[in-house]
């Protein structure tokens, strides 16, 4: 991205493969639990976008994805419209939210392998917990749980939520290390 505040073409571009990329990743769908809120690799990615290509264009790139989920089933198979009625509708708030936190933390990380590690860690971690939030928030309110259960209704997910992480961590680091540009440099006045 340029120093500026503006977009160009390659921006658009990193917006549009994260869109599609969460798009795929969301047809790979397990459901658990007696609401059937399924583990997802969508919401794992969503985190990605925000480690790859920071606050500003993993947000877009979610809410790109969330608008073309209007028209074709791409949030697990459903459409925005399907979905926003039902219990995940806080857990897509939450990815907007998660994935400005995580690619917010993300583009703060020094460029050295190990602090990048960390930061990113602590990025994908974070996502995770905002998610669970906002998940624990819609499932109250629309599936009519009590805080208690809806709190424990995560448990499921935390472990394969956190192997998505781990799996992503790796993904990031390696793209950064290759496209140091992506991020943009620190300018530093005397």
Do not use: C
Not at 91 to 106: C, D, Q, S
């Amino acid at each position: 991205m340029n120093n500026n505040s503006s977009f160009d073409v390659r921006d658009l571009g990193y917006i549009a493969v994260f869109a599609a990329l969460i798009s795929v990743l969301a047809f790979v769908s397990v459901p658990v639990g007696v609401l059937g809120v399924p583990i997802v690799l969508q919401n794992t990615a969503v985190i990605l976008a925000g480690m790859v290509l920071g606050a500003k264009r993993g947000t877009l790139s979610v809410i790109l994805w969330l608008a073309i989920g209007l028209v074709l089933p791409v949030i697990s198979g459903k459409t925005l419209l399907t979905a926003i009625v039902g219990p995940t509708i806080g857990y897509l708030v939450g990815y907007i939210v998660a994935t400005a936190l995580a690619g917010f933390i993300a583009y703060k990380a020094p460029r050295r392998r190990g602090a990048l590690i960390g930061y990113l860690a602590v990025a994908g971690v974070l996502g995770l917990l905002i998610e669970y939030g906002f998940g624990i928030v819609g499932l109250v309110f629309r599936a009519g749980l009590d805080w208690g259960t809806a709190f424990t209704s995560q448990l499921v997910f935390i472990p394969t939520d956190l192997i998505e992480v781990i799996f992503w961590i790796a993904i990031a680091v390696a793209v950064h290390m290759a496209f140091p540009g992506l991020r943009p440099q620190k300018i530093i006045t005397a």
